[in-house]
């Protein structure tokens, strides 16, 4: 066992159980964004910790066997077949790729497991690593449109991917998401369809509704357009549990906990209807917006600038295009900073009014 990684296996196992110091907190949160195979282990680890409730409290295990025989698994090289999406019209067809070792991973997922409850339920999440894996992700710079198994539909943003067991067999469809996501779910009342992201779990029936992670603030968002959803967060500790109506944003803030509030934004949808709505607002929203949208860095050097406002609609917008017209409208003044990777505004500002 790589002894390096053993630290933070069991910082992940302390997090889990709520008996983690704020500083070893921080050291966890470094490690976990250094490598994308880390986040993954945090991801799924978390995951399971909640599906195994309170049954793992019957387990009395020797863990320094359950180390030894772990170990000498990880050793073994085992491999199993990675599917994945491809759109085709608005349908993606499940195709195989090469095989993948992705066995190793869930190993480390189990190592976790054996910090936290012994050799019972380490030994079932290795051996559930033979269950095949659906992952359908989106490239960089667009977005991906597609049909789940069980006729749910599924619109994932940029950077973004979702895994989920082929199929969606069992009591609960379980999905698995990084990023950003819309889901308009087929109704179910006796298979819910539940998502989890890092730090959150998301439950409905059958609804349409936003989900969006953004680990480097560590905060996770929820916003309902129809139906009911049940929104919580994976901390053992926190057993609050929200349920959003449409029209309301939940929010998950691992240092403050969960919240909600009135979705205010026109624009919460516009990556996925490619139209950005202004209505008398503000350049402080307006910015953002765009920011989200195009998936820029926008610098405003003048404050002033903020309180200067605009009306206007953006069908399949272009950032250049937009740029120009608030210019016109508002006499500020753009750059864009190659070696920054960032557009500048700059002028004269607005009143505050």
């Given at each position: 066992m790589d002894e390096r990684n053993e630290r933070y296996w069991e910082l992940v196992a302390r997090?889990?159980?709520?008996?983690?110091?704020?500083?070893?907190?921080?050291?966890?949160?470094?490690?976990?964004?250094?490598?994308?195979?880390?986040?993954?282990?945090?991801?799924?680890?978390?995951?399971?910790?909640?599906?195994?409730?309170?049954?793992?409290?019957?387990?009395?295990?020797?863990?320094?066997?359950?180390?030894?025989?772990?170990?000498?698994?990880?050793?073994?090289?085992?491999?199993?077949?990675?599917?994945?999406?491809?759109k085709e019209a608005k349908i993606l067809p499940l195709t195989s790729k090469p095989e993948t070792k992705i066995f190793s991973l869930w190993m480390r997922v189990a190592a976790v497991f054996?910090?936290?409850?012994?050799?019972?339920?380490?030994?079932?999440?290795?051996?559930?690593?033979?269950?095949?894996?659906?992952?359908?992700?989106?490239?960089?710079?667009?977005?991906?449109?597609?049909?789940?198994?069980?006729?749910?539909?599924?619109?994932?943003?940029?950077?973004?991917?979702i895994s989920y067991e082929k199929e969606l067999k069992g009591d609960q469809r379980v999905i698995h998401l990084k990023g950003e996501a819309f889901f308009d779910v087929k109704r179910n009342p006796k298979r819910p369809f539940v998502i989890y992201t890092s730090q959150s779990r998301v439950e409905v029936l059958g609804t349409s509704f936003t989900v969006r992670e953004d680990t480097a603030k560590q905060i996770t968002e929820v916003d309902v357009v129809t139906g009911k959803v049940a929104f919580s967060s994976l901390k053992p500790a926190d057993t609050t549990r929200l349920y959003l109506r449409p029209g309301f944003r939940g929010?998950?803030?691992?240092?403050?906990?969960?919240?909600?509030?009135?979705?205010?934004?026109?624009?919460?949808?516009?990556?996925?209807?490619?139209?950005?709505?202004?209505?008398?607002?503000?350049?402080?929203?307006?910015?953002?917006?765009?920011?989200?949208?195009?998936?820029?860095?926008?610098?405003?050097q003048n404050p002033q600038l903020w309180n200067c406002r605009y009306t206007g609609d953006f069908e399949k917008p272009a950032l250049e295009n937009i740029l120009k017209v608030l210019a016109e409208a508002t006499n500020l003044q753009y750059r864009y900073e190659k070696q920054s990777d960032r557009y500048v505004l700059f002028g004269g500002g607005c009143m505050e009014n």
């Open positions: 997090y889990l159980k709520d008996e983690i110091s704020e500083e070893e907190k921080t050291a966890l949160f470094e490690w976990v964004e250094q490598e994308p195979e880390n986040k993954e282990v945090f991801f799924r680890a978390s995951h399971l910790w909640q599906l195994t409730g309170k049954a793992r409290d019957a387990f009395q295990p020797n863990v320094d066997n359950a180390w030894q025989r772990l170990q000498k698994t990880m050793n073994e090289s085992q491999t199993v077949k990675e599917e994945t999406v491809q054996l910090v936290l409850i012994g050799i019972g339920y380490g030994m079932y999440i290795a051996n559930s690593s033979k269950e095949i894996e659906v992952i359908a992700k989106s490239a960089d710079n667009e977005k991906k449109d597609f049909y789940l198994p069980d006729g749910s539909h599924v619109f994932l943003n940029r950077y973004s991917s929010i998950l803030n691992t240092k403050q906990g969960l919240s909600t509030a009135r979705i205010e934004d026109l624009n919460f949808r516009a990556w996925q209807v490619d139209k950005l709505v202004f209505d008398n607002t503000r350049l402080s929203s307006v910015v953002p917006a765009m920011e989200a949208y195009f998936g820029v860095t926008i610098e405003v």
